[in-house]
């Protein structure tokens, strides 16, 4: 390689991780970093062939382009030397990508053993999330420079759980298990999406890995176990985000999510469709979460796009549910 070769593929590099620092989220862990490497390789091979091609092509257009009217074209038919070159240098390229990338995926794929292991459940349109001692959470709360391996299932249909920081990414889907694993090797937070479409809510499935360190991790783990011994009111308030209600349906405000808001609703009149009057209380709410096609608040969809919480809810997490929303007025 000529030295001028060898400096603008530095320079390039420099360019590409420059762009990784500004267009690309966060590195997160060490495999953000291996895949931003072979991304960068790409973007340079891609830039080195477009240059290649595009400026032979204009080099070639203008050098022989026909100066007279009897200018001839020379007859050229093949260069075996050049075929060969063409056709190796491409390969050995591919070839390279194709290790490079198999290694990396290698290691993404193999779930390191004593790994700490996390349930994670997606339901539309919220993720649930099951530490092993009881604790459930919306937000995947783990311990930094620790393997950590989810187990993902879904309730309803595929969802893919999706942390771009940590460039790893993967399927949940109903009826099955699968799994991904990753080691954060930096503190904060960071986002994650759900890459499945699924359905109307589909662009608000969103939660956020929180990175803290061992000890802070540990305090979280016994503070949210004794939600135990929180009051009625705050195991509902909990249960309502857990269980997504809280993607559907507003608590602090009259605004309408995808279901009415449920803000001082408690002991008015229910605007249900035709029917006699019924009361905003205990057995309303309990029939509208267990059977929401019964009575279907007027203005929505028949059916209802409530799904029915029949039995995924015990009775006193019904209770729970319904002293919280007792309390919003
Ligand atoms: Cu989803």
Redesign the pocket.
Known sequence: MTPFMGKLISKLFLAQSAMAGTFMPEQGTAIAKQVDNLYGFLIIVSFVSCAILIGGMIYFAVKYKRKTANDKTPYITHDTRLEVLWSVVPLIIFLTVFAWGWVIYHEMRSMPANALEIQVT?K??AWAIDYKNGVKSTQLVVPIHRDVKLILTSEDVI?SFYIPSFRIKQDAVPGRYTTMWFRAEKMGEFHVF?T?Y?GTS?SA?MTRVRVVTQEEFDKWLTEESEVGLLSLAEQGAKIFQTRACASCHNVDSAAVKIGPSLWRRWGTEANVDGEAKIKFDENYVRESILLPQAHIATGYPKPSPMPSFQGQLSESQLAALIEYIKGLN
Do not use: A
């Open positions: 997606g539309q349109w969802h759900c499945e699924c589909h499935m």
